[in-house]
T-cell receptor, first 116, second 116 residues
């Protein structure tokens, strides 16, 4: 079954701790994305990667870090510098990166992070 | 800043009622337009899209949307809803402008509940 998996589904963290969210895809897509979803707000782009070993900041990158060492994997680390990390995090992928041509994004099931 | 507005955060309808969900955006240039849907317990998925041509586009499961350029709107419609349409619906806009980096701009979503 092709798709995007995210783990864990629920994650609890104490203040001051870093935590890493996993995202894996077997769709052979070049591009991967991390979004944050808060109640009453649209998805906001945290980071994206258009190719292995390359990534760019989105609109709300502060307090987050990513790596893209393999095509299939794009883990997101929520650091202690992120002031309000409690949110729902969605990972997505697409065949190509951001550009003017059509490029459907496929989404994972999400991880709900709660900071205690 | 560019934004996408979905007028209703929650909509409750009875089965067989007609549905219209509003979506307005604030960018004056050329855009691609999308509606995504998230059914309970499932991934966010594409419902329909508009790139060019006929402003009335049809998607899966009997949904359609009309692009009215003069009103900066892309409303989602369905003539007769079913209980299985219960889901959260997101409008997204992609300004075709390098300054925007071709990112998707998302609305806050509308939670639709269909009463059997």
């Amino acid at each position: 079954d092709g798709g995007i998996t995210q783990s864990p589904k629920y994650l609890f963290r104490k203040e001051g701790q870093n935590v890493t969210l996993s995202c894996e895809q077997n769709l052979n897509h070049d591009a991967m994305y991390w979004y944050r979803q808060d109640p009453g707000q649209g998805l906001r782009l945290i980071y994206y990667s258009q190719i292995v070993n390359d990534f760019q900041k989105g609109d709300i990158a502060e307090g987050y870090s990513v790596s893209r060492e393999k095509k299939e994997s794009f883990p997101l680390t929520v650091t202690s510098a992120q002031k309000n990390p409690t949110a729902f995090y969605l990972c997505a992928s697409s065949i190509e990166g951001l550009g003017p041509s059509y490029n459907e994004q496929f989404f994972g099931p999400g991880t709900r992070l709660t900071v205690l | 800043a560019q934004s996408v507005s979905q007028h209703n955060h929650h909509v409750i309808l009875s089965e067989a009622a007609s549905l219209e969900l509003g979506c307005n955006y604030s960018y004056g240039g050329t855009v691609n337009l999308f509606w995504y849907v998230q059914y309970p317990g499932q991934h966010l998925q594409l419902l329909l899209k508009y790139f060019s041509g006929d402003p009335l586009v049809k998607g899966i499961k009997g949904f359609e949307a009309e692009f009215i350029k003069s009103k900066f709107s892309f409303n989602l419609r369905k003539p007769s809803v079913q209980w299985s349409d219960t889901a959260e619906y997101f409008c997204a806009v992609k300004p075709l402008n390098m300054d925007s980096n071709y990112q998707l701009i998302w609305g806050a979503g509308t939670k639709l509940i269909i009463k059997p």
